[in-house]
Antibody
Framework: EVQLVESGGGLVKPGGSLRLSCAAS????????MNWVRQAPGKGLEWVSS????????YYADSVKGRFTISRDNAKNSLYLQMNSLRAEDTAVYYC??????????????????WGQGTLVTVSS | DIQMTQSPSTLSASVGDRVTITCRAS??????LAWYQQKPGKAPKLLIY???SLESGVPSRFSGSGSGTEFTLTITSLQPDDFASYYC?????????FGQGTKLEIK
């Protein structure tokens, strides 16, 4: 059974940092691109970042570029999101999600077939 | 970035009704579109991929259609479990975008 379990969320002050983790099991993690998606309270879904299976292609939403860093450790079946210079508008539930689709020169694109349960990040003084 | 516009934002319907949600892309995305269902406090669930392909395990009352810039999600014979929020998502570019969502409410 495919499982994605996020951790690392919590309360942090504006300007602070937080590192989220996503532990994957039940599939060959090293062969899938992965994403982070967030959802602010009462709002819609916002894609945050993508990383290809061997970390050679990485993409960010403009809203987090330069502040967030996505990474993965295929030996540990884990995905990470390092979040620096946090702002109130980064307050959200953060989900990790697996990509299933097609691969081209810039990596793999597709729909998100498995999601974690989410971890809440609250940025407030 | 490709913008995705969903309509309506809210939809009121009754059990047994047939409903349609529309999603429009600001640029052509071929058939690279997915639909998700989300219930309060839960992660989104993939319903439809590649515009019209039904994800395994999803009831056949859900269907998707469209290509280019206009897409629809149709639910025939609404069941109580279907009252939730629905999102479209394009995956034509590496900067994924979601529609703003449609909340399906019980009339």
């Amino acid at each position: 059974e495919v499982q994605l379990v996020e951790s690392g969320g919590g309360l942090v002050k504006p300007g602070g940092s937080l590192r989220l983790s996503c532990a994957a099991s039940g599939f060959t993690f090293s062969t899938y691109s992965m994403n982070w998606v967030r959802q602010a309270p009462g709002k819609g879904l916002e894609w945050v970042s993508s990383i290809s299976s061997i970390s050679n292609y990485i993409y960010y939403a403009d809203s987090v570029k330069g502040r967030f860093t996505i990474s993965r450790d295929n030996a540990k079946n884990s995905l990470y999101l390092q979040m620096n210079s946090l702002r109130a508008e980064d307050t959200a539930v953060y989900y990790c999600a697996r990509v299933v689709g097609y691969c081209s020169g810039g990596g793999c694109l597709g729909s998100f077939d498995y999601w974690g349960q989410g971890t809440l990040v609250t940025v407030s003084s | 970035d490709i913008q995705m516009t969903q309509s309506p934002s809210t939809l009121s319907a009754s059990v047994g009704d047939r409903v349609t949600i529309t999603c429009r892309a600001s640029h052509s995305i071929s058939s690279w579109l997915a639909w998700y269902q989300q219930k309060p406090g839960k992660a989104p669930k993939l319903l439809i991929y590649k515009a019209s392909s039904l994800e395994s395990g999803v009831p056949s009352r859900f269907s998707g259609s469209g290509s280019g810039t206009e897409f629809t999600l149709t639910i025939t014979s609404l069941q109580p479990d279907d009252f939730a929020s629905y999102y479209c998502q394009q995956y034509n570019s590496y900067s994924y975008t979601f529609g703003q969502g449609t909340k399906l409410e019980i009339k």
